[in-house]
């Protein structure tokens, strides 16, 4: 049951990111008068880069934490 629950969160992660990455590639082709985005999604990830960037250290073990949960995959997995 339990690896039942981590590949329908791993699924539903990977529906998001895939999400975010049109609402970018969106807001870049048609600025950021796009309706059914509702904000600024570049402008968001742009400032959460900046301030990730400007804690220093902690940044960077941030952003490793966040690479390493999305880069893992369970023993088995073929991606």
Known sequence: MMNNVRVWLREVTELGLLLVALAV?????????????GGDVVGNITTLVG???????????????ILYLFQRRPSGATA
Do not use: E, H, T
Not at 26 to 34: C, N, V
Not at 51 to 65: A, F, H, Q, R
């Open 51 to 65: 301030k990730l960037g400007n804690d220093g250290l902690v940044g960077l073990i941030s952003i490793g934490i």
């Open 25 to 37: 590639v969106l807001q870049i082709l048609f600025g950021s008068a796009i309706p059914f985005i």
